[in-house]
């Protein structure tokens, strides 16, 4: 029997499952206890109230634009989340105020939205009858967190330390060296206070002096050698303003937030794993303290999504956007998820893509092909097709007058989708001079290619069979113009269409019925399998985007078109218009054939 709470069965099971599912078998946080203040365990009840067993969180910090890592982690929160009956909160960790702005908050709303997931609505206990969003910010706790670092120092487990922050550094030691106490340590507790307050209340400058917490400067573990909890920074905050000019360190504030929302997983990166200690210390302190409800949140830590080709450090992206390299953070070759979406990817191909990606606690780099390969199978069975040319030149059938009349424009039409056939038709015309790719034509027939070439008859598609009788170049050797005959009642769909047999089939667009577009074709952004080198600009990939200028067709450009299309021959595209011009933005080809 299930329950309803039970994962869907088809969906592959992982460690984080398991845990879980373990968890929720015995009951672990179906009854927290405060041991403390009432007004700690009041502190922000907001949605609260609900019966989820299972509460789980998103926590970006807003310094950035979401990228397709953090697809990963809102995927998997969100995910688990829905499968268990429980929440997913989206928290933003807003403990930095020199690199954290409001664009990034409301870009990152936009993202997780877009992607297909919002957080959970419940009841307001402090307003009846009103309902709000499971959407926090860690500064809406500084005033609690402030509580608990005095409450640090009054237990001793916590003191100013006024060494310079390179004295820090090399008292901490390392992997072979244990740490060497500060002069700080063993002040006392009242000594410690009153200069915490001297901090908080601006008395000395940016840099004199951190709250760090009292644990063990010989721990093998370096994050437990007496780790910084604040610092003094002069900036205005987003949300706060310059109410504080002392800032949590992440390390304490997240959790701390974890715990005030009642997470019951903390899911990250393995490369918080050494942190999980010190996580579950200041935990630990505080719940003996009464300041946070018992059992407290546990952290668990899975493998990063590492793709080829990507750089997923948003220094590193922020560089790219402030040196000029694309054209900001939404540029279409970033891996940022407004990029992958104006290149025309889909919330469901990087959920697919994030699906098969696999949750585990073991690393390793995901071929870029494998995330162009989700969008393909996903657009497939919903792309319209369309036909366009990239790069054209014109064919010429001199014969067209003669056999279909001066003048004369024929109709064409072609399924919108060939395995929905419900979805109808879309008409196009064919006139004497069409438009055809570069690629079509060669003077001298190379081996395998059976499209045009003197004395070759190739089928313009869903139209008539033609054949070439000659091309014209101009001084230089470019090619201007391909000439053609048109063979007599060869329409495609229409009685003895298929007497003439041939091996080649060509798209075209007919110049009576060709809007001019920009094309551009979009790459990998670096050429690099594993870019990370100091020297990013020379991991770039010089051709990761091309730009011409093509024609489509007048249905297609007449479409208000909001999902992307598959050009037949070319790849899937996104239709837009920029400047009041028709701008075509491919964002995969049909099958890999890149090559660095």
Not at 239 to 248: A, E, H, L, R
Not at 532 to 548: D, F, H, I, K, M
Request: proline share 7%.
């Amino acid at each position: 029997m299930t329950s309803a709470v039970d994962p869907d069965p088809a969906k592959p099971s992982n460690f984080l499952r398991h845990v879980i599912e373990s968890d929720l078998e015995q009951g672990r946080y179906a009854d927290r206890r405060w041991g403390g203040s009432p007004g700690d365990a009041q502190l922000h009840a907001r949605g609260m109230n609900d019966p989820a067993k299972v509460r789980l969180r998103f926590p970006p910090e807003p310094n950035g634009y979401l990228h397709i890592g953090h697809a990963k982690s809102i995927w998997l929160n969100f995910e688990l989340a829905k499968a268990y009956g429980g929440v997913c909160h989206l928290r933003f960790d807003d403990t930095n105020p020199e690199r954290e702005e409001q664009e990034y908050v409301e870009a990152i709303r936009d993202a997780v939205k877009w992607l297909g997931y919002e957080p959970a609505l419940a009841d307001d206990p402090a307003r009846p009858g009103v309902v709000v969003a499971h959407e926090y910010f860690a500064s809406d706790y500084f005033d609690f967190m402030y509580r608990a670092a005095e409450y640090l120092i009054g237990a001793g487990l916590a003191y100013v330390d006024e060494q310079s922050a390179e004295e820090i550094r090399l008292a901490r030691g390392d992997f072979n060296t244990p740490g060497t106490d500060s002069p700080f340590r063993n002040r006392s507790a009242a000594e410690n206070l009153e200069r915490f307050r001297a901090m908080r209340d601006g008395q000395l400058p940016d840099g004199a002096a951190v709250l760090r917490a009292r644990i063990d400067m010989a721990s093998p573990n370096i994050n437990l050698r007496d780790p910084a909890l604040y610092r003094i920074r002069r900036a205005t905050h987003h949300n706060t303003g310059d109410t504080w000019c002392i800032y949590p360190m992440y390390t304490y504030a997240h959790p701390i937030e974890d715990a005030l929302e009642q997470i019951t997983h903390s899911i990250c990166t393995l490369e918080f794993e050494d942190q999980r200690p010190f996580y579950d210390w200041l935990l630990d302190r505080l719940a003996e303290g009464g300041l946070i409800a018992s059992p407290h949140p546990r952290q668990y830590e899975f493998a990063r999504l590492n793709v080829t080709h990507v750089i997923t450090s948003k220094r590193r992206l922020r560089q790219l956007v402030e040196e000029g390299h694309v054209e900001g953070w939404d540029d279409p070759r970033m891996p940022t998820l407004a990029g992958l979406r104006r290149r025309g990817y889909t919330p469901e191909a990087l959920k697919l893509f994030c699906e098969r990606s696999g949750v585990t606690k073991s690393g390793g780099w995901i071929d870029y092909v494998s995330l162009e390969a989700a969008l393909r199978d996903t657009l497939d069975p919903v792309a319209p097709r369309a036909m366009a040319v990239l790069d054209p030149v014109r064919l010429v059938m001199t014969n067209w007058d003669e056999v279909m009349g001066a003048g004369f424009v024929d109709d064409c039409s072609a399924p919108v989708h060939p395995h929905h056939a419900d979805w109808g038709k879309r008409s196009f015309k064919i006139g004497r001079e069409v438009w055809i790719e570069r690629s079509d034509y060669e003077d001298v027939q190379p081996k395998g290619f059976f499209r045009l070439f003197p004395g070759n008859k190739v089928r313009l598609k869903y139209g008539h069979v033609v054949e070439c009788i000659g091309a014209t170049r101009d001084a230089e050797g470019r090619l201007v113009e391909v000439q053609a005959r048109l063979v007599p009642d060869t329409k495609s769909g229409t009685p003895g269409a298929d007497a003439v047999k041939v091996k080649g089939n060509i798209t075209w667009v007919a110049l009576a019925d060709a809007v001019p577009a920009e094309i551009r074709l979009y790459e990998r952004l670096f050429a690099a399998p594993q870019p990370g080198s100091e020297a990013l600009e020379q991991e770039l990939n010089p051709r990761s985007l091309v730009t011409s200028q093509g024609y489509v067709q007048t249905w297609l450009a007449a479409e208000a078109l909001s999902q992307p299309i598959q050009v037949e021959r070319h790849g899937y595209f996104s239709v837009v218009r920029d400047n009041g011009g028709l701008v075509l933005i491919r964002a995969a080809t049909l099958r890999d054939s890149w090559t660095p």
